[in-house]
């Protein structure tokens, strides 16, 4: 069975540029949780998405935004990077309900230049 | 909101040792979980917990659901180098609404001397 995939992993981009991020779940689950993990702060949740429909957002500004495709391959988008968003992205999926807890992807390490 | 709080930040210990991190929070969770995340990977789930007072192995890993449901620990004994890594908890709450997301800890860095 195959895992969480992210892609790409590592990404390099600089201010004021925007950037796409991709996770495929593992096959069956419908949940996708996105989290920004970064040495001071830990993981911050960004949003979760059910079925097409984000059903949780953390407190994180416009900029960050995502869907979810009806295959629930999910994307996560962030417009005019800034230094701070400098940070590894981590794409967790779950069953409905998120009763099994979460199964992680490796994550994309962005780097804000 | 929720906040966990999870302790120790770091651990320096000797190989062989034993280890003890916990989370505690103000709220109630009906769910624990301990995470490990090694270097460049994400975190994998190592013990998940459901009922308050549960105790729960996984090999040299034992972690229990505290009886107040506000509080969770993990030992790990007999230290080995592929115990090094960040142990993050996490706690969800499962009421009535399916949709509530999962809380984690500032996470645990631990590091074993040789």
């Known amino acids: 069975k195959a895992g969480v995939t992210q892609t790409p992993r590592y990404l390099i981009k600089t201010r004021g540029q925007q950037v796409t991020l991709s996770c495929s779940p593992i096959s069956g689950h419908r949940s996708v949780s996105w989290y920004q993990q970064t040495p001071g702060q830990g993981l911050q949740f960004l949003f979760e998405?059910?079925?097409?429909?984000?059903?949780n957002k953390g407190n994180f500004p416009g900029r960050f935004s995502g869907r979810q495709f009806s295959n629930s391959r999910s994307e996560m988008n962030v417009s005019t990077l800034e230094l701070g968003d400098s940070a590894l992205y981590l794409c967790a999926s779950s069953l409905e309900g998120q009763t099994y807890g979460y199964t992680f992807g490796s994550g994309t390490r962005l780097t804000v230049v | 909101g929720q906040q966990l709080n999870q302790s120790p930040q770091s651990m320096f210990i000797q190989e062989g040792e034993d280890v003890s991190m916990n989370c505690t929070s103000s709220?109630?969770?009906?769910?624990w979980l301990w995470y490990k995340q090694d270097p460049g990977e994400g975190p994998v789930l190592l013990i998940a917990?459901?009922?308050?007072?549960e105790l729960t192995s996984n090999g040299r890993l034992t972690a229990q659901f505290g009886i107040t449901r506000k509080d969770s620990f993990l030992n790990i004994s007999a230290s080995i180098p592929s115990d090094v890594g960040i142990y993050f908890c996490a706690g969800q709450l499962q009421g009535t609404n399916r949709d509530d997301k999962i809380i984690f800890g500032k996470g645990t860095r631990l590091h074993i001397l040789p």
């Open positions: 709220s109630i969770f009906n769910t």
């Open positions: 917990l459901y009922k308050a007072g």
């Open positions: 998405y059910f079925s097409e429909t984000q059903r």
